[in-house]
């Protein structure tokens, strides 16, 4: 059965790029997550669509323990409430960047409230485009 989606946490685009070998194998869509570089959803296929966006910044961050986990249980939120992909990928990056603001994995994640907020109060520019 072919997976939907795959996520990756890389911090070199190399990862990302053999993202075309999983498409072979069945899987529809790649989402690549940098630190620096921001976010990328891909179907790496020559002519179809991807997705990418920067990252939200957040100045005086105390501890980076549990940014990856609040990115994919945005993603999980997104992927269950249907949302579309710009949507998704700000509320996933801003759930994401939200977990440096404490100590630890889990005190300083955004609610759902402060995650949409953040997100009206910080604009993140998510772009498409085409494979060539």
Same mark, same amino acid.
């Given at each position: 059965?072919?997976?939907?989606?795959?996520?990756? %946490?890389?911090? %070199?685009?190399?990862?990302?790029?053999?993202?075309?070998?999983?498409?072979?194998?069945?899987?529809?869509?790649?989402? /690549?997550?940098? @630190?620096?570089?921001?976010?990328?959803?891909?179907?790496?296929?020559?002519?179809?669509?991807?997705?990418?966006?920067? !990252?939200?910044?957040?100045? %005086?961050?105390?501890?980076?323990?549990?940014?990856?986990?609040?990115? @994919?249980?945005? =993603?999980?939120?997104? !992927?269950?409430?249907?949302?579309?992909?710009?949507?998704?990928i700000?509320?996933?990056?801003? =759930?994401?960047?939200?977990?440096?603001?404490?100590?630890? @994995?889990?005190?300083? /994640?955004?609610?759902?409230?402060?995650?949409a907020e953040? !997100? @009206?109060? %910080?604009?993140?520019?998510?772009?498409?485009?085409?494979?060539?």
């Amino acid at each position: 059965m072919p997976y939907e989606m795959l996520y990756w %946490n890389a911090s %070199n685009f190399w990862v990302a790029a053999g993202g075309h070998k999983i498409a072979q194998v069945g899987c529809a869509g790649i989402l /690549v997550s940098d @630190t620096f570089c921001g976010l990328m959803r891909e179907l790496p296929r020559k002519g179809q669509e991807f997705w990418q966006a920067g !990252i939200y910044e957040m100045p %005086n961050g105390v501890d980076p323990s549990g940014c990856g986990d609040a990115f @994919t249980a945005g =993603l999980v939120t997104g !992927i269950v409430k249907g949302w579309d992909l710009p949507v998704m990928i700000r509320y996933t990056s801003a =759930l994401g960047a939200s977990a440096i603001h404490a100590p630890g @994995t889990t005190d300083g /994640v955004f609610t759902a409230k402060q995650a949409a907020e953040f !997100i @009206t109060e %910080n604009h993140l520019e998510v772009q498409s485009g085409k494979f060539q």
